[in-house]
């Protein structure tokens, strides 16, 4: 029976992958009405923390963008990479994963992605080399940000499993994506041919108005800031910070244990301590609030920022494959943990491959790590090795449906960035594998001697 139901929940996220934008959440719905109507098994609890901590940072970086503080950062960053543009392939990626550690989504980098491009393009450097390591390193950057659900997620089950705060999670996840992000831009350093000796780019290159457009000097182009960019900038940033503070030092935070008829909920845990995934969504609204306020943003154009719009899609794929997996989980337990112990035992090390193997259905290291880190905790892997492999929850890019590698394809207009012809075979997972790999075994590293 175990395996009619996995096969019918392959088939739901597969069928969901291709639909794309809210296609894995409707699917996953469609899995978990056979699921309990037809196999009797009970719902597991809906994924309420991941949702609203995604729809609550999300919807304050729609907020940021809205303000034109997104623009300003683009334009600082654009600076950065135009200076130096014999190095793209190091400042790209550095570019992207920073946008995605300071703002907790890696959908903020569609503005910083043709950039990269045009100054690789116009350096004659292969596009493909700088796109392909910059979409990881963003993707990376969501297990290290501190106000990522993913990180939320994690921290909120290590706090309860061995009491690792916030800032246990980052002096290890920070540092291993770095260093596997840096392995990740060697491995492509000599990817592809050079521009001058592909012939794809070579044939382009004979229609005159192709070439014309490719060396064309867009760096003059500015676009008019809003008047509250850089405060917005400012007022996301002190909301990152505090919650790295907060996540750091929880005792800074009132405790409800003491207070008479007190009772655990969704916001405040067993130990009367307000739960970290409840601060983020505090202080990311507040901040969404001082945003509207005193950068004399609309609610109306917050509301219409494309960030937005990927939020929602975001949120309810979420809800549906996460439920849905769950459920799967919880019902088949006993089996799953009995098939897995007696490997994960011997080598815990294992237990990365399933992280990234249900990435690369899920499309999301949040889903990723509520749906599978609890079997790792009751199957009794060491929290510090839970940590280690927390990385590995980065499989979105083995099928290349994921918005931000489409999009890097779409704005490589030389055509090196692609897709190849068995799928798999695609400008990302050279990069992505070693990226991932490195990342995890220094995760290891460093929680052997920080942890």
């Given at each position: 029976m175990i395996w009619i139901e996995f096969a019918i929940l392959l088939v739901a996220i597969l069928i969901g992958s291709r639909i794309k934008g809210v296609g894995l959440g409707v699917m996953g719905m469609i899995g978990m009405m056979i699921f309990t109507l037809g196999f009797h098994m009970q719902p597991a609890d809906p994924p309420v923390e991941v949702l609203l901590i995604i729809l609550c940072v999300v919807s304050t970086a729609a907020g940021l963008q809205a303000a034109g503080g997104m623009d300003y950062l683009v334009t600082v960053a654009e600076k950065i990479l135009r200076r130096k543009p014999s190095q793209i392939i190091f400042l790209g990626p550095l570019a992207t994963y920073s946008f995605t550690l300071f703002a907790g989504t890696s959908h903020i980098n569609y503005s910083i992605l043709p950039i990269i491009a045009e100054v690789a393009t116009k350096s004659r450097i292969r596009p493909e080399r700088p796109l392909s390591i910059s979409v990881i390193a963003s993707h990376l950057a969501l297990t290290a940000s501190p106000v990522s659900a993913a990180t939320a997620t994690m921290v909120l089950l290590m706090r309860d499993y061995a009491g690792l705060e916030l800032i246990d999670v980052l002096k290890i996840c920070i540092p291993a994506t770095?260093?596997?992000?840096?392995?990740?831009?060697?491995s492509v350093l000599k990817m592809g041919k050079d521009l001058d000796k592909d012939p794809v780019f070579l044939e382009k290159m004979k229609d005159p108005a192709f070439?014309?457009?490719?060396?064309?000097?867009?760096?003059?182009v500015?676009?008019?800031?809003?008047?509250g960019a850089k405060l917005?900038?400012?007022?996301?940033?002190?909301?990152?910070?505090?919650?790295?503070?907060?996540?750091?030092?929880?005792?800074?935070?009132?405790?409800?244990?003491?207070?008479?008829?007190?009772?655990?909920?969704l916001v405040v845990g067993g130990d009367g301590r307000i739960r970290m995934a409840a601060m983020i969504q505090m202080v990311m609204l507040s901040v969404l609030a001082c945003i509207i306020i005193f950068c004399k943003t609309s609610a109306m154009e917050v509301a219409k920022a494309s960030l937005f719009?990927?939020?929602?899609?975001?949120a309810i794929s979420v809800l549906g494959v996460v439920w849905m997996s769950a459920t799967f989980m919880n019902t088949n337990e006993a089996v799953i943990e009995r098939s897995m112990s007696v490997i994960v035992q011997d080598h815990p090390w294992m237990f990365a491959f399933a992280l990234f193997f249900l990435c690369t259905l899920l499309f999301s290291q949040a889903a990723t790590t509520r749906a599978l880190m609890p079997l790792g905790i009751s199957l009794g892997i060491a929290a510090p090795h839970l940590v280690a492999m927390f990385p590995a929850a980065n499989g979105d890019f083995v099928l290349p449906g994921y918005p931000t590698l489409l999009a890097a394809i779409e704005f490589d207009r030389t055509g090196s960035t692609?897709?190849?012809?068995?799928?798999?075979?695609?400008?990302?997972m050279l990069p992505g594998l070693v990226s991932v790999s490195v990342a995890v075994a220094t995760g290891f590293l460093l929680?052997?001697?920080?942890?």
């Open positions: 770095l260093v596997g992000i840096f392995a990740g831009m060697l070439a014309a457009q490719l060396d064309a000097d867009t760096s003059g500015k676009k008019e800031l809003k008047p917005a900038v400012l007022l996301f940033g002190l909301g990152v910070l505090t919650i790295i503070l907060i996540g750091s030092f929880p005792n800074l935070l009132p405790n409800f244990a003491d207070v008479d008829g007190f009772q655990p909920n719009s990927a939020g929602a899609q975001a692609r897709v190849g012809k068995y799928l798999i075979n695609h400008s990302f929680a052997a001697i920080l942890l």
